[in-house]
Each structure stands twice: as C-alpha cells, then as structure tokens.
C-alpha cells in the first residue's frame, strides 16, 4: 500500500476528499494542534487514526521527516487519455501537462504542485522511464498530488497524436525552439511537453510537437530546470487565458508594428 508522510501533503489528501486514504498513523510522542487537526479531519472523514512510536512511523515513512504522520493511500486509479479530453463542463479551453521521461521525484513533484497551482487541467505521465507518483513527489507536491488529474499512458508519442486529432496543439519546451514562450498564443487546447533533465525531449516527442517554443536567456546557462522553466510557461499560459489586465505600449511611429506569432506559425 502507499504511504504519505508529512503535516501538509496528508492534510490536503483529507481535504481532496478522493477516497484514496485508508488510515493514518500519528506519532504517540508528539502533541500539538497540527496533528490534531489532522486527526479530527480524519475520523469526520471516516478514516481510522491510529497512534504509532517515532521509530516505527521512521520505517514506514523510510524517512525521518514525517513531522509525525503517515497516512496510508489505496492504490491510485489513473485517468486515460480519452478521460482527458472530455470536454470542460464549462466549454472552456484545456491546457496539459506532459512530461517526457523525467526521473527526478523532487521536479516531479515541484511541477505537480504547480500545475495545481496554474489550473492544468491534467497531466500526462509515460509507464515507463518516468518518475512514478511516490512518497517522496507527494510531499514535494505538498499535496498537489492528490489534487491534480493524471494518466498514464504506455506510449508518449502515440498519446500526443490522440490528442493532436482531439484538436490538442502539442507545443514542446526546447532551448533551440522558436518562437520564444511569450510570443505563442495559449488560448485554445494545448499540451505542454517538457523532456528529461539535462537531455530535453525524445527526438521522435520533438517530431511529434506542432510548435517548439523556447525560454530566452540572458546569462552564460543556456536552459533552466526543467520544474522551474514549466513553472515559467504554465503560469504564462494562464496569464494569456485569464485575459491580461496590462494594457501592451503603443509602439513608436517609426517603428514596424511587430508581428505576434501564434497558432499555426513555425
């Protein structure tokens, strides 16, 4: 069974409300109000609290930094893809993530806190050579995990083409794409891509994307983490879709009006 350890992630996975939690454990030696709350929320909850020593709770949360709670998870029900692209109760547009082999939990779970955070409406995570959603991404997503829609799917590439014929633009993140982030237009359907730390997207993921964009930099490293440049384009995504209160500067008499790049542009 999955574990979820720590004060916030297992308080947000209460307030999810997803059924998924089966019991959790709290430290006998530790007293405070957190815990209690976290305790009153479970058994309004219906979920069963028991008390465990510090020592134990460190051998099933295979780590010292439970902050004194364990919760115990059932076993997570992923989405599909064709769950994915029911449309939006609301009619509103759809925004992806999916992330191309990226095995670091601690990115996994940065960008799962932060696709809760830009409204993603779900994310896409290959079954093989990928981080799984484990203990460890849950308390890095400090909850998100529990909220956000995922699937899994067996096969990136074949996924992306699905949603390319659901009229899903499949836009990558790559430092020698273009146009640059800011200069792409996010308010239809799209699926952001993001690849694996240090080596990017998988040549044949790249061949699959509609538009490669890339994050301008102005020092001597030439690209960003892979959770922090996500966290730079979903949030520019949902500025565009939220509609920008900053009206743009009237550009000189003299000058050009330049040209906005969007979709259907190379």
Not at 3 to 15: D, K, N
Not at 127 to 140: C, G, H
Not at 213 to 222: E, F, H, T
């Amino acid at each position: 069974m999955e574990v979820l350890y720590g004060l916030h992630p297992v308080e947000e996975a209460l307030r999810a409300g997803s059924g998924r939690l089966d019991r959790i454990s709290i430290s006998r030696e530790r007293r405070d109000a957190k815990l209690e709350r976290i305790a009153s929320l479970a058994r309004s909850a219906g979920v069963r609290v028991s008390q465990e020593s510090r020592d134990q709770l460190n051998r099933i949360a295979k780590t010292e930094s439970h902050q004194g709670v364990v919760a115990y998870l059932r076993e997570r029900a992923f989405l599909t893809i064709e769950d994915m692209l029911a449309p939006a109760p609301d009619g509103q547009p759809r925004f992806f993530l999916a992330l191309d082999g990226l095995e670091d939990p601690h990115n996994l779970g940065a960008l799962l806190r932060t696709a809760d955070g830009a409204g993603v409406d779900g994310i896409i995570l290959p079954e093989r050579r990928s981080a799984s959603i484990t203990a460890t991404v849950a308390k890095t997503s400090a909850g998100a995990s529990e909220h956000v829609r995922v699937a899994r799917v067996t096969n990136l590439v074949r996924a992306l083409e699905q949603m390319k014929k659901a009229n899903v633009w499949v836009v990558g993140l790559d430092e020698r794409g273009t146009p640059d982030y800011t200069d792409f237009d996010f308010s239809s359907d799209c699926v952001l891509v993001l690849g694996r730390e240090g080596a990017g997207l998988h040549d044949l993921v790249k061949k699959t994307c509609d538009h490669l964009l890339r994050i301008p930099m102005a020092g001597k490293v030439s690209s960003l983490n892979v959770s922090v440049a996500g966290a730079v384009v979903m949030y520019e995504a949902m500025r565009q879709r939220r509609g920008s209160s900053v009206q743009p500067k009237t550009p000189p008499a003299s000058a050009a009006p330049k040209k906005r790049k969007g979709l259907g542009s190379i």
